[in-house]
């Protein structure tokens, strides 16, 4: 796979995103990531996912910018159904326990990514955060479950500041489930995957799929208008001012946007 690596060891599925710089997020990797979520579900060797990154200090950094400000209107409705549709269901659809392995920076699709897993296991260091607001898109998919993990106003917060979180304030949180320090990280996170393959596999998978249809809180409903807001979002002045200055690596002009509507 070209922007993943999957292994298996110690009856846990590994799958570790390897897209450099950033693991930015795009359609091909999407898919990729999706292949090897079904992959390691048809194996009945696996008993666990670690979902985790290559890429020192990053985990994902969401939607590939660049690509998406190119993109023609039904290409990112297809990149957003992969990523809150297909991806959900194949996590949703996992006979197994995932857990994601957060080892440096996530950002806004990055995020979308990391919770979908059943845990998340974070470094020390890691940070979070939800821009999409400051480059003139939204994180609309976490509107639908952020409130649920962290509270209304909490959730407010965070998606509407985009402000940088630390790992301890997603722990406080209950974002993450796990901390541990970010040289010991994956090992911590292969020890929990160890504990939960070490269950008996039939238990646990009856298990997992009651738990996931009690919290699946009529997900499919609601998602149907996250994508919606977001490509609504996105055909905005002020998105295609937001990602170009994004790309362009300067602040954007936002009166000038809202001069075009």
């Known amino acids: 796979m070209k922007h993943l690596r999957y292994e298996v060891r110690d009856r846990i599925a590994e799958i570790h995103l390897c897209h450099a710089p950033v693991n930015a997020l795009d359609v091909d990797m999407l898919d990729e990531l999706i292949a090897a979520l079904n992959r390691a579900n048809a194996d009945p060797d696996v008993r666990a996912v670690l979902l985790a990154s290559d890429l020192p200090g990053r985990f994902c950094a969401g939607l590939d910018m660049k690509k998406l400000l190119q993109s023609a209107p039904a290409r990112i409705h297809e990149l957003l159904t992969k990523l ?20 440096g920076a996530v950002r806004g699709g990055g995020m979308t990514v990391a919770v979908s897993s059943d845990m998340i296991v974070a470094a020390d260091t890691a940070t979070f955060g939800y821009p999409e607001i ?11 479950h952020l409130p649920g993990i962290v509270g209304k106003h909490r959730a407010f917060d965070l998606l509407f500041t985009g402000r940088t979180f630390s790992a301890q304030d997603a722990h406080a949180m209950g974002l993450v489930t796990r901390l541990a320090p970010a040289a010991e990280l994956l090992e911590h996170a292969r020890g929990l995957a160890r504990s939960l393959a070490d269950k008996p596999p039939q238990v646990l998978a009856l298990g997992r799929r009651a738990f996931v249809y009690s919290n699946d809180n009529e997900y499919r409903r609601r998602v149907a208008t996250a994508v919606e807001v977001f490509c609504n979002a996105a055909a905005t002045p002020q998105a295609r001012e937001g990602l170009s200055a994004f790309v362009e690596k300067r602040a954007p002009d936002w009166s000038g946007a809202s001069a075009e509507r």
């Open 84 to 103: 809150y549709v297909k991806l959900y269901d194949a996590q949703f659809e996992l006979t197994k326990p995932s857990i994601s392995v957060v080892s």
């Open 134 to 144: 400051d480059v003139g898109v939204l994180p609309a998919i976490h509107y639908v």
